[in-house]
Nanobody, 122 residues
Framework: QVQLVESGGGLVQAGDSLRLSCAAS????????MGWFRQAPGKEREFVAA??????FYADSVKGRFTISRDNAKNTVYLQMNSLKPEDTAVYSC?????????????????WGQGTQVTVSS
């Protein structure tokens, strides 16, 4: 089992920045990919970013604005979000999985955090 706890969400204005954190515990060695997904009210969960070994993956909608990184010593994954837009408003969840396929689909992940709310006002 892997436990994931997100933090860092909040209410910001358009153009501001936020950094989300996802602290992992448990059998973290069983996962080779960590991802961030988001879900806005009335919408399906969508892929945001993922990191697997030294490779990073981003949704087109956040490319150039968001950066995913990890600190292996702390078992923590970060999502630095810059130039935030109102359309970035959603609950952001981190996930852990083990896959060598594309890490953009939620089905590739076995463990999920509870999520943290990000609200961007215009």
């Amino acid at each position: 089992q892997v436990q994931l706890v997100e933090s860092g969400g909040g209410l910001v204005q358009a153009g501001d920045s936020l950094r989300l954190s996802c602290a992992a515990s448990g059998r973290t060695s069983s996962s080779n990919v960590m991802g961030w997904f988001r879900q806005a009210p009335g919408k399906e969960r969508e892929f945001v970013a993922a990191i697997r070994f030294g490779s990073t993956f981003y949704a087109d909608s956040v490319k150039g604005r968001f950066t995913i990184s990890r600190d292996n010593a702390k078992n923590t994954v970060y999502l630095q979000m810059n130039s935030l837009k109102p359309e970035d408003t959603a609950v952001y969840s981190c996930a852990a999985g083990r896959t060598f396929s594309s890490p953009t689909h939620p089905d590739e992940y076995s463990y999920w955090g509870q999520g943290t709310q990000v609200t961007v006002s215009s």
